[in-house]
């Protein structure tokens, strides 16, 4: 959905290094693991989704892991970026640089395509504060912009469900974000580039000490410092079809601001105007009476698309900044205890910038919503906003409505400044035959927003009616002053865990792992004081509340034959919210002989109500268009009416999203199928099978409604505004709707109508995700690795009782989550690396299959009502065949590295080293331009170059 900004509106349209040998699924083939010498044990480590640790990661569930060699492979240097291109990131996720999004600032990741919510992202195993701002004011999910790059050792990707070991939210999966355990001496790394058109500037910079040896000291400590900057990238600064906004050339309608050939075609009610016109206030038309106050525009001129202008405002790339600070204090205890302290800030800045401000006749009051009031309509009398008789320039002898762009007051934008604290103490060791884990952590973020620009409207109309000209210096502090608010998430969390030996099997140790866990998190996110009184225009969304969870779990682990073994676990949670959700999960792995393992697991997940469902909170929102059903009058085809009202025919109603204390739980049913095939040393291939099944949905209600559930039959509380002038056909003109006269409504423009979360559809998906992993040795020249990592899906079906079951794979549904992404079927990352002497080079493809502008979910089962449905051409589509699809997209990234010696190291990078532009999008919404920022952001930026350097002692 999307977040809204305007009149009181929030926008909702408001994701031990020593045994990581080959790495089935990483990013890029290192050496095979080796048997250790007689007499040597090889060591053990905690593979994510298990308590009991192993000495490989070939767990009967698919990880994908990636090294910190393998995340500098990449070229980037932000653990969001790098996630953003996995292969199993899909439909929902959702990236920074969505103008629209109600997480504004965030970035989270969306595995399987079943959005950010179904997604548990975790640091060394453990929870991570959420963001305070949710996607689509519902979603709750970890920032990862705020995870430092430079002090990560691992990141293990799980792509199977994981709520018996780790509770809700994973459902999809798992983002595991392992920090470096140790650290002894200095290093420093800066890096720095820019496009191929000499902006989106980006620094990097980061330093890491550490003193101590955990063997021959007792002790390890050391203290990482990160600063990374990147400059915004405008789209009026790069040029294509997916940054195009007149589409009349091709038959559509041009959505250039100002375009007066958009109100012809009842695309808009009034065309936008940076220099201002007044309309006569008897008719509210535009049929030549109207006064311009500038020369530079005449209605003749309007009408012709003369007074167009660019909007400099839509960004690529937000200006973004991150800074940091990470510090681990490790301490052997003796009798094989050790201890551990990690304490850490993470600063993100970021920018969302929405456009200017607007005032119209048909821009309505501002509503009151704040916790616990009564959601109200203020000073609805006052519109429409009129200047006075004695404006300059105003002929009409008394008060008259205009329209007007407020250029002046520069691009509204939001700036969000995000603190994330976190402290972990680590106590581990063994105990009467147990291996011991307690681990005890709190979090806190706070998100500091400020937006400019938002209006106030009496203090517009009351400095309008004491001579105020339009677009005077000042305005700012007379009617639009910064609106600023500080939301704040809180987690506290505890976790004691045990692991032993019970007894010893065929195939080895029969293990025990079992565990305590509480974690508490509280709530409390506001809207601008100004705002949510209904002062100020902005984004209204609020969400107060707090869960505590108590949970025990537990794992087995037999190895019943030496080739086979068979897994187990279950989980206990119980929420202070709803009750008790019990999820347990199976696995096998067969290995009949060396070169074959069979592999598969079964499970069941749940999703915790979170307190934007369940708890205090309130949103307005927008999901998409319907016709008003009392003003907008159609005979079945699109044809008006006598005695309708074309401009309430596409409306874009304002929804109130309220909670639902009743809420049950999310449930899910997971199974993965597959086999690894190591035919020689130098290979391993492996191919599984996946489906996720999910059970009683959250959705908003309003979503029924875009299903195709009657809103009638739902009772929604709908409230309107006061009548407004429009044009009404009539008999004369209902073949020449231009003609049609302006008339005062019956009724009002809805404002608003109320919809709680309900529990309410069922998805499932499924695929295959088929990986591999390659290095062989070729002498003198060196060596040479690769990597695939591929991820196919098969279905993603959507349904809901009394509605049939759609499929959204290879489609753009649903197209109300998280900025309309997209859903591509296909997914791959292929890594060719060449390692020789001094040199390393990595050449990484992304590669994003197409997809089609259709959303069956909600009846937009072709191209043409896809097209239709985005406003970009009214009546019927008649358009070149070639918009109807986005087309797959593939770049491909150079990195390189040249040790001089044990001390200095340089690299360099070029992303989207062809410079592919991205492909044409008609559908989505979440992007700057016609493009999905979501799979196709490195073609908006374009070729990027960046070099560094980094040095040791």
């Known amino acids: 959905m999307k977040k809204l900004r305007g009149q009181s509106r929030a926008r909702r349209l408001p994701l031990a290094g020593a045994v990581l040998a080959l790495g089935l699924a990483g990013t890029r083939a290192h050496s095979q693991e080796q048997p250790a010498p007689p007499g040597e044990t090889l060591e053990t480590v905690t593979v994510t989704g298990s308590l009991i640790k192993r000495t490989d990661f070939e767990t009967p569930s698919p990880i994908q892991v990636m090294t910190a060699e393998d995340l500098k492979d990449t070229g980037y240097t932000s653990i969001s970026e790098v996630l953003r291109n996995l292969s199993a990131n899909g439909q929902g996720t959702l990236t920074q640089t969505n103008p629209f999004s109600f997480a504004g600032g965030a970035s989270g990741v969306a595995l399987r395509g079943l ?62 974000v392992i920090l470096k355990k140790s650290f002894t001496g200095f290093e420093f790394n800066a890096e720095g580039g820019e496009t191929g058109k000499h902006d989106g500037a980006t620094e990097h910079v980061n330093a890491i000490g550490g003193i101590g040896n955990l063997d021959s000291d007792g002790y390890n400590a050391y203290l990482s410092v990160e600063w990374r900057h990147q400059d915004e990238i405008y789209l009026h600064n790069r040029s294509g079809l997916w940054t195009n906004l007149n589409w009349a050339p091709f038959g559509g309608v041009n959505g250039t601001p100002g375009a007066g050939s958009a109100y012809l075609a009842q695309s808009v009610a009034y065309p936008a105007s940076l220099t201002g016109y007044l309309l006569n206030p008897n008719t509210f038309a535009i049929d030549g009476s109207e006064i311009y106050l500038h020369n530079a525009c005449t209605d003749a001129k309007l009408l012709a698309d003369q007074c167009t202008y660019i909007d400099r405002q839509y960004e690529i790339q937000p200006q973004a900044a991150n800074l940091n600070v990470l510090g681990r204090l490790t301490k052997t205890l003796g009798g094989g205890w050790e201890a551990k302290i990690t304490a850490s800030l993470f600063r993100s800045e970021a920018e969302q910038i929405f456009g200017h401000s607007a005032i119209t006749p048909n821009t309505g009051p501002n509503t009151e919503l704040e916790p616990g009031g009564t959601p109200t309509v203020i000073d609805a009398a006052l519109f429409p906003l009129t200047v006075p008789a004695s404006y300059p320039g105003n002929t009409f002898g008394t008060a008259a409505p205009f329209v007007y762009t407020f250029g002046d007051l520069g691009q509204g934008t939001t700036q969000f400044v995000t ?131 108590y949970a025990v779990y537990a794992e087995l682990v037999a190895p019943v034959l030496k080739p086979l073994e068979l897994d187990g676990a279950v989980r206990w949670d119980h929420y202070n919210s709803y009750g008790s959700s019990t999820t347990p999960k199976f696995g096998l792995k067969y290995t009949p002989f060396r070169q074959l393992t069979l ?54 109603p304002t929804g109130l999203q309220t909670t639902s204390p009743d809420l049950k739980p999310e449930r899910s049913t997971n199974y993965t199928a597959g086999f690894i095939v190591t035919p020689v040393e130098q290979l391993k291939l492996s191919l599984d099978y996946w489906d996720v099944r999910i059970n009683r949905d959250v959705v908003s209600a309003s979503e029924l409604v875009n299903l195709g559930i009657p809103s009638q039959s739902l009772q929604f509380t709908t409230v309107r505004g006061p009548p407004v002038m429009a044009q009404e056909v009539t008999a004369a003109c209902e073949n020449n709707l231009p003609a049609c006269p302006n008339v005062l409504t019956p009724v009002g423009l809805i404002l608003f109508q109320e919809f709680p979360y309900v529990n309410a559809t069922q998805t499932e998906v499924n695929g295959l995700d088929l990986d591999l992993a390659s290095h062989f040795d070729i002498g003198r020249a060196g060596k040479l690795s690769a990597t695939l990592n591929y991820s196919h899906m098969f279905h993603y079906y959507l349904s809901a009782a009394g509605l049939p079951t759609t499929d959204l794979a290879g489609t753009h549904g649903p197209s109300g989550v998280s900025g309309d992404t997209g859903n591509p079927k296909d997914r791959a990352v292929l890594a060719l690396s060449w390692d020789r002497a001094s040199w390393d080079v990595t050449t990484s493809v992304n590669y994003v299959g197409a997809f089609n502008l259709t959303d069956p979910s909600i009846g937009l089962d072709d191209c043409g009502s896809s097209i239709l449905n985005s406003g970009k051409w009214v009546n019927a589509y008649n358009g070149p065949a070639s918009f109807c699809q986005v087309d797959r997209f593939v770049d491909v990234d150079f990195y390189t590295e040249y040790t001089f010696s044990d001390h200095l190291r340089i690299h360099g990078t070029i992303l989207n080293l062809f410079d592919k532009p991205p492909p044409l999008d008609m559908q989505t919404y979440g992007s700057a331009g016609n493009y999905s920022n979501a799979f196709h952001d490195a073609g908006a930026i374009g070729r990027f170059f960046s070099i560094g350097a980094t040095y040791k002692f």
Not at 129 to 138: C, H, M, S
Not at 161 to 167: F, L, M, N, T
């Open 599 to 652: 592999r598969g697991t079964w499970g069941q997940g749940f999703r915790a109500p979170n307190p934007a469902e369940a708890g205090t909170a309130g949103n307005f929102f927008a999901a998409g268009s319907f016709p008003d059903p009392v003003l907008c009058k159609e005979n079945g085809q699109g044809q008006q009416l006598p005695g309708s009202f074309p401009i309430t025919c596409t409306e874009f």
């Open 115 to 176: 959005t950010v919510g179904a997604t548990l992202t975790l640091v060394d195993g453990e929870r991570m504060v959420a963001y305070p701002l949710t996607d689509d004011g519902q979603r709750s999910f970890v920032d990862v912009n705020s995870i430092p790059f430079s002090v990560v050792d691992r990141v293990d990707v799980l792509k199977d469900g994981a709520s018996a070991e780790y509770g809700s939210d994973a459902i999809a999966g798992v983002i595991n």
């Open 419 to 549: 603190d994330t604290y976190r402290l972990f103490t680590d106590f581990s060791g063994a105990w009467a035959g147990w291996q011991i884990d307690a681990t005890a952590g709190a979090m806190y973020v706070a998100v500091t927003q400020r937006t400019t620009a938002g209006l106030n409207p009496e203090a517009l109309q009351n400095v309008l009616n004491s001579g105020y000209i339009l677009g005077s210096p000042g305005g700012a502090a007379l009617f639009a002053p910064i609106e600023e608010v500080k939301d704040t998430n809180s987690l506290q969390d505890v976790d004691l865990r045990g692991t032993r030996s019970l007894t010893q099997l065929p195939g080895g140790p029969l293990s025990l792992g079992v565990g305590l866990g509480y974690n508490h998190r509280y709530l409390y996110d506001l809207s601008p004081p100004t705002v949510a009184n209904g002062t100020q225009s902005g984004s209204i969304a609020y969400a107060l509340g707090s869960t505590t969870d």
